[in-house]
């Protein structure tokens, strides 16, 4: 992804004096991180708001804080939802050279043979995973190939995925992500079988036929 770049400056606004800057057409925000005070910043809201519109929790920005570049990841987003805008944005500044733990969200991609030949169910048992790496080699999502899923009762560990080696996810390798799962009526005879694994995978599982959009 290219890199994203936030004009920024410092401001002294707060409390209800907050809700004038908005009229002008700032939106509100703050830095803060481990090893920096916390900055409280205006933005433009419209640019700012079209450019949050594409980035993940995963995903790193550079805010040019009045000439001084902050790398940070977006933490929080307050919303208007019945204007549809942007009311506060919380970023959270790296040190490009420490590692750092967060979440990366997972695409499903690819056609699964189990699903598409065979009539069967994709559940998904994780969104996200946590991983560990330098700010600089952090996936914005990490993808799923379903395609692995050839038969119904077949399942996608968290050991089965391709990252990079820069890149260490800390969940369980045994993990669940996903399974193929068919319907009792469907196939009597095979139906145990599959909706077993499935209830092995995880108690409580969202279920979703075919291909899952990517995010």
């Not at 196939?187 to 990517?214: F, H, I, M, N």
């Given at each position: 992804?290219?890199?994203?770049?936030?004009?920024?400056?410092?401001?002294?606004?707060?409390?209800?004096?907050?809700?004038a800057?908005?009229?002008?057409?700032?939106?509100?925000?703050?830095?803060?991180?481990?090893?920096?005070e916390?900055?409280?910043?205006?933005?433009?809201?419209?640019?700012?708001?079209?450019a949050?519109?594409k980035?993940s929790?995963?995903?790193?920005?550079t805010?040019?804080?009045?000439?001084?570049?902050?790398?940070?990841?977006?933490?929080?987003?307050?919303?208007d939802?019945?204007?549809g805008?942007?009311?506060h944005?919380?970023?959270?500044?790296v040190?490009?050279?420490e590692?750092?733990?967060?979440?990366?969200?997972?695409?499903?991609?690819?056609?699964?043979?189990?699903?598409?030949?065979?009539n069967?169910?994709?559940?998904?048992n994780?969104?996200?995973?946590e991983?560990?790496?330098?700010?600089g080699?952090?996936?914005?999502?990490?993808?799923?190939?379903?395609?692995m899923?050839?038969?119904?009762?077949?399942?996608?560990?968290?050991?089965?995925?391709?990252?990079?080696?820069?890149?260490?996810?800390l969940?369980?390798?045994e993990?669940?992500?996903?399974?193929?799962?068919i319907?009792k009526?469907?196939?009597?005879?095979?139906?145990?079988?599959?909706?077993?694994?499935?209830?092995?995978a995880?108690?409580?599982?969202?279920?979703?036929?075919?291909?899952?959009?990517?995010?």
């Amino acid at each position: 992804m290219e890199k994203i770049v936030l004009k920024a400056t410092k401001r002294d606004v707060i409390g209800k004096q907050v809700k004038a800057m908005r009229r002008e057409g700032k939106l509100p925000g703050v830095i803060y991180g481990r090893h920096l005070e916390p900055i409280s910043i205006a933005l433009d809201s419209h640019s700012a708001g079209l450019a949050l519109a594409k980035v993940s929790a995963s995903s790193l920005v550079t805010l040019d804080v009045d000439g001084t570049e902050y790398p940070a990841l977006v933490r929080e987003r307050q919303r208007d939802y019945i204007k549809g805008v942007l009311t506060h944005v919380d970023f959270l500044a790296v040190d490009m050279n420490e590692k750092l733990r967060t979440s990366v969200g997972l695409a499903f991609v690819g056609v699964s043979a189990a699903v598409k030949d065979y009539n069967g169910i994709l559940v998904h048992n994780l969104e996200r995973l946590e991983v560990e790496c330098l700010p600089g080699d952090l996936p914005e999502r990490i993808n799923v190939d379903i395609a692995m899923l050839k038969q119904i009762g077949d399942i996608i560990r968290v050991r089965d995925l391709a990252v990079s080696d820069k890149v260490r996810i800390l969940a369980d390798p045994e993990e669940t992500i996903a399974v193929v799962t068919i319907t009792k009526e469907e196939t009597p005879g095979g139906a145990a079988g599959a909706e077993g694994a499935a209830e092995a995978a995880s108690p409580e599982l969202s279920v979703e036929r075919g291909k899952k959009d990517e995010e």
